[in-house]
């Protein structure tokens, strides 16, 4: 029987599949109401462990494999989806931990300490294995959208929220979708430029001074001499410079400022970090946006925390009512927006530090990545504690590097036919 290529089966899919259809992983059409058919993976580690047997190396990851492999969404076109695992957690953890701490200040004081504790570690072992997660994305949207759901169903009939401030809230959060819908695009990928792979012809010509006709047809050699020797010296340099800038991995000679990011496995123009936040790296395509989703988030955060705190303690001030709500537990429903408030602050506060992070590093025009590898090789200066890093490299003042990033992204627009002429 002929092996079917990747091509055919995408086509097969595409055509012939219903809605609750799928390809599994072994290349067998399949259904998801057979999620639970034919699981010897799992009966197999599943009598290892009623008989007391140690499980085998791969069993586990084989399990891993069939269960992601089969948990889909029905879909209209190609058939049924796959649906990354990592974003269920948040969609069952967040509501579960904030009504917990509803209920008693105490529980409140333990979950809000616990929670961001355990986002920090997941964080950090997912940075050391270097591996992509939809965790902290659906974390993201799922924080706002519950956020949001909240105060229009329990803040809003209150009656202490108006119109006006119930539009500026929807107005924030919509802005915040768009910019971050825009940030997940192209970061700015180096990809292979192909008018630089074309075979061109190159001309040869001997220089005036070293025409035999000149001279009474003797050559220089002294000046030979010192021509060979700085074209041995820039070639070199040049070789240096290449070796320097090319990357194995993707295979591209890479622009200055250009990285590759391990993560997402390419090479991006102006790599300032992967933000696991947004499942994307932040470069010089994205990067203006992703600043502005910071800023018409903290704003939309900020200002929702004081309509919060203004609604279940109005007789406190918004920065006293965070710290001091007296009876605000008496009433879950009370509870449980002053709790959704003390999350958000929490949140607010980790975005606030970024923010100025990434105000320093524009100001000094250095990206983090530059600055990590100066701080690295110690050719940086450090103030304010670490938050203000300077290489000194590409600075040319504050207001030059911030012209500078406002209209970087029109650099990577396509050459027009008059450029490629």
């Known amino acids: 029987m002929k092996k079917r290529t990747k091509r055919e089966l995408k086509e097969e899919e595409e055509e012939v599949l219903c809605c609750c259809e799928y390809v599994n992983r072994h290349g067998e059409r399949s259904h998801v109401a057979a999620c639970f058919c034919d699981c010897e993976d799992l009966d197999e580690a599943c009598d290892r462990f009623l008989k007391r047997e140690p499980q085998k190396p791969e069993s586990l990851s084989h399990v891993t494999a069939v269960i992601s492999d089969r948990i889909r969404v029905p879909w209209f076109w190609g058939g049924a989806r796959k649906l990354d695992l990592s974003i269920i957690p948040p969609l069952i953890l967040l509501p579960g931990l904030l009504h917990l701490a509803a209920l008693h200040i105490l529980l409140g004081v333990l979950v809000l300490t616990a929670l961001p504790g355990l986002v920090l570690w997941y964080y950090y072992f997912i940075h050391r294995k270097k591996g992509q997660t939809l965790f ?11 956020m949001y759901y909240l105060f229009i169903w329990e803040v809003f009939p209150r009656g202490d929220v108006g119109q006006f401030e119930l539009a500026a809230i929807s107005s924030g959060v919509i802005l915040t979708l768009l910019t971050l819908l825009h940030t997940r695009r192209d970061p700015g990928i180096v990809r292979l430029d192909k008018r630089a792979v074309h075979s061109t012809v190159t001309y040869y010509s001997p220089p005036a001074d070293g025409d035999a006709h000149f001279n009474g047809g003797k050559l220089e050699v002294s000046t030979a001499v010192s ?15 290449r070796r320097r800038n090319w990357c194995s991995v993707c295979r591209v000679e890479r622009p200055p400022r250009a990285g590759h990011c391990r993560i997402c496995g390419v090479c991006v123009r102006r790599l300032d970090h992967h933000c696991v936040w947004i499942n994307n790296c ?7 946006s992703f600043l502005l ?6 704003l939309t955060s900020m200002y929702g925390i004081g309509l919060v705190l203004r609604s ?3 007789q406190q001030s918004v920065l006293t009512a965070l710290l001091y709500c007296p009876g605000v537990y008496n009433q879950f429903s009370s509870a449980l927006c002053f709790t959704c408030a003390w999350y958000s602050s929490i949140v607010t506060g980790g975005l606030l530090h970024l923010l100025i992070v990434q105000i320093i590093n524009i100001s000094y025009n250095v990206t983090e990545r530059e ?7 110690k050719t940086a200066r450090r103030a304010c504690w670490g938050i203000v890093v300077d290489t000194g490299v ?19 627009k396509p050459p027009s036919l008059t450029d490629l002429v």
């Open 136 to 146: 902290f994305l659906s974390l993201a949207l799922f924080s706002l959208a519950y």
């Open 227 to 241: 021509r060979m020797g700085s074209s041995e010296q820039e070639g070199s340099e040049l070789k240096e410079d």
């Open 282 to 288: 932040v470069g010089q395509a994205n990067h203006g």
């Open 293 to 298: 989703t910071l800023v018409f988030f903290l």
């Open 312 to 314: 279940v303690c109005p």
């Open 371 to 377: 600055a990590r590898i100066a701080l690295r090789e």
């Open 394 to 412: 590409y600075s040319r003042g504050l207001w030059s590097n911030w012209l500078e990033f406002m209209s970087m992204g029109d650099k990577l």
